[in-house]
């Protein structure tokens, strides 16, 4: 299988590419990127080529590509790919808005090409180990949630609003919402966010705090920020809490880890020993290819969580509750 790569802008696409090294069968045949250097030292790092013209990569012989672009970009990309018959994977969130959200999607069914949302966290051993108990009846009914996506300012185009379409609250609302809808099976009914910026002087938020409605009842606080400091032994957390009505059960998706000591100014660093979910999802894109079949995580997934962040963004914005 031939996968080309869109973009390095975001910092996923390097562990993205080390996971295609890792599979069997599957070349890295080019990348496309329009910052030129950036570009450049990806094909050299990847050992593979570099394309400056994105309408020429795309004619590059190839069965997928995966895009990792700054976020307003991500909808211009897909159009162009599913034009050209590629299967995708795309960075989160899928689009900056619902409007290109569902065109993206409109475009990849009527191309019949597979539209997959890198949501790696359901990869995760801890996070699917609970989905497997809740399915088994071992929590009960689900009453509540709690879940945190606590993790460092990014900087760059992640803090330019045009680029980015929101802050903290767009970046760590849709990977836990996609957990919470993938663990339930509901759909979220009612937002109320706090949006502002508490940790740095930037015109964009760094934190949020949601609370969520589901269409059964279930209710659900989401905790997002970019509050974690440059010295901090990892880049953030991803935790969340399931009360059931038989038991509850609390998941911390990076505690699989050791402490490492070292000198400098970060004197501690978590080195992590469980399975890489970034790695695990890449190869989960390559088989729903490989067999042609509906991605684990579609368009319309990335779409409803999409809908909670930028509903959160009106909530605190208007002072009420959103409706959706």
């Not at 599979?23 to 990847?46: M, N, P």
Request: charged share 25%.
């Amino acid at each position: 299988m031939k996968i080309g790569m869109m973009s390095f802008a975001h910092m996923h696409a390097y562990s993205y590419a080390d996971g295609l090294k890792d599979i069997s069968g599957v070349e890295l045949v080019g990348i496309f990127d329009d910052d030129r250097a950036r570009g450049l030292k990806a094909t050299e790092q990847y050992h593979t080529k570099y394309v400056a013209n994105q309408s020429d990569f795309l004619k590059t012989e190839m069965d997928a590509v995966i895009i990792c672009s700054e976020n307003n970009r991500h909808k211009e990309m897909v159009l162009k790919a599913a034009a050209a018959k590629k299967h995708i994977l795309v960075e989160k969130p899928i689009a900056t808005t619902v409007e290109d959200a569902k065109e993206m999607i409109r475009a990849c069914e009527e191309n019949g090409v597979i539209l997959q949302v890198a949501y790696p966290v359901r990869f995760n051993n801890p996070i699917q180990q609970l989905k497997q108990m809740i399915d088994d009846g071992e929590l009960g009914e689900i009453v509540a949630f709690r879940t945190t996506n606590r993790g460092q300012n990014p900087g760059g185009w992640f803090i330019d609003k045009e680029q980015s379409g929101g802050g903290a609250v767009l970046d760590h609302t849709v990977h836990m919402v996609d957990i919470m809808r993938w663990y339930s099976g509901e759909e979220v009914c009612e937002v109320h966010g706090i949006v502002d910026s508490y940790f740095h002087n930037i015109d964009i938020d760094d934190a949020g705090i949601l609370t969520l409605e589901f269409d059964n009842g279930i209710t659900a606080t989401h905790d997002a920020s970019w509050s974690k400091f440059n010295a901090y032994p990892t880049w953030g957390d991803i935790t969340i809490e399931v009360i059931g009505t038989k038991q509850t059960v609390h998941v911390d998706a990076l505690k699989e880890h050791y402490r490492m000591y070292i000198g400098g100014t970060k004197p501690l660093k978590h080195v992590p020993f469980g399975n890489n979910m970034d790695v695990d999802l890449v190869k989960d894109f390559v088989a729903c290819v490989e067999q042609n079949k509906n991605p684990s995580i579609t368009g319309y997934d990335g779409l409803k969580s999409l809908e909670v962040a930028l509903a959160a963004y009106e909530s605190s914005e208007k002072n009420k509750a959103i409706r959706l």
